[in-house]
């Protein structure tokens, strides 16, 4: 059996498939950010899914990962997964190759993920080039789910939102801020609950002060790392991730604006990983090699 996972750090989504490519069964754990995550806690996630059923028969493990963008951060991934997976080769890369991956279509594109976190990079087919590292949920992230869950606290706790929008915040999101504190500043997954918020903005849509926040989140991720990528007029842009799917009218809107051409925006990439899987990895033994090298 051949496991491909795709993995933000809110959740991971998993597709086990049999030799031919035939996709047997999907499921989700946690997402495994190893700057968020321990090994022990890595191993108590994996055991209490479906995945223990099928453990010993998987032989390749193709992982994903927010985060998983040095060798370093990846041995804290890969340690526990060949422990768990012990008859498997286990292959851990960052996420931004699944997006790239996922909606490639035979022509140069500068691809951006918008989930819990946020990131870009210009894939040609071949290279994929980053214009500068992901600096994670407190410096960066901008237009990301913990970077809206962050505007959506300000709001909130500076007294700026009607009071229409504060009866609907108070009625599905914490709001002791003790409890905030304590869960931003204490907490193993911060960046987690910040993108808890996020379903806040995209289901207050209506309301200027929220439109005009949207707009000056994707204005900064555009100004920053779309723009920064000279050919960004040229090519077209795709975006990967549930913030992404659920602004997608908002990033079109932007699109406008900047002048730039939207293609692709897909929410979760895990089928069309299957499809390059088996298509240039499983099938191809040159490849499979050189791609464990890699």
């Known amino acids: 059996m051949i496991l ?9 989504s998993w597709a086990l498939c049999d030799e031919k490519g035939a996709l047997l069964k999907e499921c989700k754990t946690i997402g495994f950010n190893p700057y968020f995550i321990q090994n022990d806690s890595i191993i108590h996630h994996l055991e209490k899914s479906e ?3 099928y453990k010993d028969e998987v032989k390749f493990v193709f992982f994903y990962g927010a985060g998983c963008s040095s060798e370093q951060a990846n041995k804290i991934i890969e340690h526990p997964f060949t422990k768990f997976f012990k008859n498997a080769e286990v292959n851990i890369n960052h996420d931004l190759d699944a997006a790239c991956f996922a909606l490639y279509d035979n022509k140069p594109n500068i691809t ?10 210009f894939y040609d087919g071949k290279n994929i080039i980053e214009n500068a590292p992901s600096l994670g ?21 500076n007294n700026v939102m009607s ?7 108070e009625a599905k999101y914490e709001t002791d801020i003790a409890i905030v ?12 609950f910040l993108a808890e918020y996020f379903p806040f903005i995209s289901e207050t849509k209506e309301y200027p002060i929220i439109q005009d926040l949207i707009k000056e989140g994707l204005d900064e991720f555009i100004n920053l790392h779309i723009k ?16 992404s799917y659920f602004l997608s009218e908002e990033i ?10 939207v293609g692709k925006i897909l929410k979760n990439p895990i089928k069309k990983l299957i499809n390059f899987h088996f298509e240039k990895i499983i099938n191809n033994p040159q490849k499979q090699s050189s791609y464990s090298d890699n």
């Open 4 to 12: 491909i996972a795709d993995s933000g750090s809110t959740k991971c």
């Open 163 to 169: 009071d229409k929008l504060k009866e609907k915040f």
């Open 181 to 192: 504190n304590k869960r931003i500043y204490n907490d193993s997954r911060p960046n987690v």
């Open 112 to 121: 951006c993920i918008l989930g819990t976190g946020s990131n870009s990079c």
């Open 137 to 157: 949920f407190i410096v960066g992230d901008e237009a990301s789910g913990n970077y809206f869950g962050k505007q959506a606290l300000k709001l909130y706790f």
């Open 51 to 53: 995945l223990n059923n």
């Open 228 to 243: 920064c990528f000279s050919n960004y007029k040229e090519v077209e842009i795709n975006f990967i991730g549930s913030v």
């Open 252 to 261: 079109n809107e932007s699109a406008k604006r900047h002048n730039f051409r």
